[in-house]
């Protein structure tokens, strides 16, 4: 069973270092890895709290943005979902996305959470009750469908 340890923090309670990882992260994933040249720094991540895995003795391995309601959707949302490339296919998303919303509850309450999902990622989704919302759109140049927990 892997083992992995979280930690939750707003925006404002990041160290430099954490941010620095959490960007390197976000640009090896999203930037390297999936071709795909776009602005990461949104200027959402001031009103978000960030949630990081660590597996085992290793450095930053898995990550999302809790994102305020009101700042992306009315909803809150989870976003910039990542796992390495070296813990994935090993059960790291689903702890991932098990521990977002758990946090989302902690944080909000019980409330409904909107995510935008690269469309080939809706059958993951559909696991922890996301149901597709909208029709398929482009984000970034990737096909995305809303997605929302009611």
């Known amino acids: 069973m892997l083992k992995v340890k979280f930690e939750t923090k707003h925006f404002k309670n990041l160290s430099t270092n954490e941010l620095y990882n959490i960007m390197v992260l976000r640009q090896v994933v999203f930037v390297v890895e999936q071709d ?3 602005i990461d720094a949104d200027g959402k991540d001031q009103d978000s709290h960030h949630v990081m895995g ?3 003795s290793d450095g930053l391995e898995a990550y999302t943005r809790i994102v305020a309601p009101g700042v992306s959707y009315e909803e809150v949302s ?6 390495s490339q070296k813990y994935r296919n090993k059960g790291l998303g689903v702890l991932l996305m098990d521990e ?3 946090q989302v509850y902690e944080l909000y309450g019980k409330v409904p959470i909107r995510i935008s999902a690269q469309a080939h990622l809706q059958k993951f989704y ?3 009750d996301f149901k597709t919302v909208s ?3 482009l984000e970034d140049g990737i096909p995305h469908v ?3 927990r009611a």
């Open 100 to 102: 977002s919303i758990k």
């Open 146 to 148: 809303e997605m929302l």
């Open 36 to 38: 795909c040249p776009y």
């Open 54 to 56: 660590y597996p085992h």
């Open 126 to 128: 559909g696991k922890f």
């Open 78 to 83: 989870i976003g910039r979902v990542i796992t």
């Open 135 to 137: 029709e398929e759109y």
